[in-house]
């Protein structure tokens, strides 16, 4: 008896090809998106980035907040900053300039 030749049905071959359309799409989704995990990798090292800066500002901000106060209270300091700084000294004082040579 012959074999009667079947058909091949082709509602298996695109289901198949439309869930794994869906499947790769999500999977877009998940690792490429606007949400995905690169992005919030980027993101995470972003932050990182941003918090070291925030704690050099931080302790910027206290180094001068101290240097504020003692420009106001202390006399002594203002003193030492103006003769190093602005080369000034006390009437009848020379001032001597020690010139290096720079390589």
């Known amino acids: 008896m012959p074999r009667k030749a079947r058909k091949k049905s082709k509602k298996p071959r695109l289901s198949w090809i439309l869930f794994s359309g869906i499947i790769l799409f999500l999977l877009y989704l998940y690792i490429g998106g606007d949400y995905g995990l690169y992005r919030h990798w980027q993101l995470k ?8 800066e925030l704690q050099l500002a931080k302790q910027e901000k206290d180094s001068l907040t101290v240097v504020i106060q003692k420009l106001k209270t202390d006399s002594a300091y203002i003193i030492k900053i103006a003769r190093e700084k602005y080369n000034m000294g006390k009437p009848n004082e020379e001032i001597i300039h020690i010139v290096t040579k720079k390589e």
């Open 45 to 52: 090292q972003k932050r990182q980035v941003l918090y070291k």
